[in-house]
């Protein structure tokens, strides 16, 4: 008998789920494993050399194939080349030129040929099918801040992008400020744009208990007070902000306060390195790492605040995890971080270290400040809700295949049972 369930692939073969994207990717796992959504199963697709991190996350109608990842026309030539004894010089010659030459990926026939009717990219990566597709570009950095970007990642992003939001029946963004910019930077239809928030991972965890976040701390030797920042070391992610606030409260203020930074390490670490030297603060500075979620929960519970400077963002999703954690947020006010946190933040220009560090001074001195801003956080938390992520999204996968002949769409004439909004 053929199944009357929609089924969904959410193709998430990226190579490196240690960033952001990860976590949102995880909380998205985690919510559609708990829903109660019995008319639509998913398939979560990762990399076959990069599996493991979701495993933990996948249970109920969820389940997870590894599989090989879809090669460009550049990736294809270079194996076939070197797979032929002699030819591999060839390669070599023609490298230089080939990385100037972006092709789009196509698909390798994998979600075709386990009859998905839906094929979800919740990245920026994707590839080329004939299967109705969602798919989300997070963000246009690229276009705003292209001194962060080499001309052929630029030219890549462009044409990758355009290509992907061309096929898809809905681009998802996660702000009202996102599908603003998308439709006039890549001139898309309004209406084909879509605006789902997103929430935090923590959802699906339960609060650390206070022995948990003590021995965390032991274990990381983090300071007895301290700012958070979450963040992978971009340039754009503006670690360098935090670093010379932490000059000024010292040489200015006389505070001398600290800071830990979590997240994967990039090689723009030892430009950071090297302004701390300058600034004299290296010591009040920890670098964590990526770290598990529980970990990443105990070291928000521990901070006095978190502190996101960031002169770019498609989202934010340490703010939400911020007021998950209960935790007071200074933020930087630009593109999209106000929408976010509302007025559940005190906000400061990226550029200037002058104003972070005086709110860093106020929530030093100031419990009842801190106060305020996490009952702000908490009113502002009910908007960010994954279950509601999920189930928006459980909606908009009926709507992608309500027009075309999808096995869900010939069976199912009525809309999908109602899900919590």
């Not at 992610?237 to 600290?258: D, P």
């Not at 006010?333 to 005086?358: C, H, I, K, R, W």
């Amino acid at each position: 008998m053929e199944s009357t369930k929609l089924r969904i692939a959410i193709d998430c073969r990226i190579n490196d789920p240690l960033q952001g994207i990860g976590r949102a990717v995880i909380a998205l796992a985690r919510a559609l494993s708990a829903s109660p959504m019995y008319e639509q199963e998913y398939t979560f697709v990762v990399r076959e050399d990069v599996s493991e991190w979701i495993k933990p996350h996948i249970y109920g109608p969820c389940r997870f194939e590894a599989v090989s990842v879809p090669e460009s026309l550049g990736s294809q030539l270079k194996s076939r080349l070197k797979a032929v004894p002699g030819l591999e010089c060839i390669w070599k010659d023609i490298r230089s030129h080939s990385k100037r030459i972006v092709s789009v990926p196509t698909s390798d026939g994998f979600v075709e040929s386990r009859n998905f009717d839906i094929v979800h990219f919740p990245t920026q990566q994707a590839f080329l099918t004939k299967i109705p597709s969602i798919y989300q570009p997070w963000d246009l950095q690229h276009i705003h801040f292209p001194e962060f970007f080499s001309q052929v990642e630029i030219g890549s992003r462009e044409k990758l992008y355009r290509a992907f939001c061309k096929q898809a029946k809905y681009v998802c963004v996660q702000t009202e400020w996102g599908k603003k910019d998308l439709v006039e930077k890549l001139s898309i239809e309004p209406e084909k744009v879509k605006v789902i928030r997103w929430g935090s991972v923590f959802d699906a965890y339960q609060p650390p208990l206070s022995a948990a976040v003590a021995a965390t701390s032991e274990r990381l030797q983090l300071p007895k007070q301290y700012f958070v920042y979450p963040a992978v070391t971009w340039v754009h992610k503006n670690h360098e902000a935090i670093i010379r606030a932490l000059r000024i409260l010292k040489h200015t203020h006389n505070v001398k306060a600290y800071v830990c930074f979590s997240g994967k390490c990039t090689d723009f670490r030892r430009d950071l390195d090297r302004l701390a030297i300058e600034c004299g603060v290296a010591d009040q500075i920890r670098y964590l790492g990526f770290i598990p979620t529980e970990d990443l929960q105990a070291v928000y519970a521990g901070a006095i605040a978190m502190v996101f400077p960031s002169k770019f963002e498609g989202f934010g999703l340490p703010i939400v995890e911020a007021f998950q954690a209960g935790l007071p947020v200074l933020c930087s006010n630009a593109t999209v971080l106000p929408e976010v946190a509302q007025d559940g933040a005190l906000y400061f220009d990226p550029s200037s270290p002058e104003q972070l560090s005086e709110h860093m001074k106020s929530i030093v001195d100031d419990d009842g400040l801190r106060s305020r801003l996490i009952e702000k956080g908490k009113r502002i938390l009910p908007d960010y809700s994954i279950g509601q992520t999920a189930a928006k999204f459980q909606f908009l996968y009926q709507q992608t295949v309500s027009d075309v002949g999808s096995v869900f769409g010939r069976i199912c004439s009525g809309e999908m049972q109602s899900v919590n909004k």
